[in-house]
């Protein structure tokens, strides 16, 4: 079984700003909420852990693997969405400048890209490329992911569930 967790809060996702591929660390609130999801993560009794390449993603997993006794294993096919030229910008500005381009980033629109930067269409590739393979190396019990909110969104859509919400920071979704 493979479940897919949030990263913890960082002060980008309080200010509404684009983070892509940028190396922004949890705040407090985010530490704290890795904590908590190595609580959740330990229940689950995981045989492996999985991280995106990414600070956040990766700090967050140190924390639950503190907890777990697992060193978390780097997969940057789990990396959020590189925003390109929007990253460090705030929702609100681009949705004034480029009310349709944020239109499409807030659906998910598989053909859109961000300027500068990736499609979600390149990013599904990756994170169900990502997904077959650890799928296959883990029939036997759970894989965890410590990952990012699109890549969660286009997971879920792509096993033909809703993946128009935003799963919070910190949290654990069963695929």
Same mark, same amino acid.
């Given at each position: 079984?493979?479940?897919? #967790?949030?990263?913890?809060? *960082? #002060?980008?996702?309080?200010?509404? +700003?684009?983070?892509?591929? =940028? ?32 600070? +956040?993603?990766?700090?967050?997993? *140190? ?13 940057? +096919? @789990? #990396? ?6 929007? *990253? ?16 499409? @980033? ?13 499609? @979600? ?18 029939? *036997? =019990? ?16 792509? #096993? ?16």
């Amino acid at each position: 079984m493979i479940y897919l #967790a949030r990263h913890g809060q *960082t #002060a980008y996702n309080v200010e509404g +700003r684009f983070q892509g591929w =940028g190396d922004v660390p949890l705040d407090e609130t985010g530490r704290q909420q890795a904590r908590q999801l190595a609580v959740a993560v330990a229940e689950l009794e995981p045989l492996t852990l999985v991280s995106s390449n990414i600070a +956040r993603a990766l700090e967050t997993a *140190t924390i639950v693997a503190g907890l777990i006794g697992l060193e978390p294993q780097i997969d940057s +096919r @789990f #990396a959020e969405t590189e925003t390109g030229d929007w *990253t460090d910008r705030s929702f609100a500005d681009v949705a004034a400048e480029e009310p349709e381009a944020f239109t499409s @980033f807030v659906e998910l629109k598989a053909d859109w890209g961000f300027p500068g930067g990736e499609s @979600f269409a390149t990013q599904a590739a990756r994170v169900a490329a990502g997904l077959d393979d650890w799928r296959a190396r883990s029939e *036997t =019990g759970a894989t965890v992911i410590i990952c990012h909110g699109n890549v969660i969104r286009l997971a879920l859509r792509d #096993a033909g569930r809703d993946g128009s919400e935003r799963p919070d920071n910190g949290s654990l979704v069963a695929l």
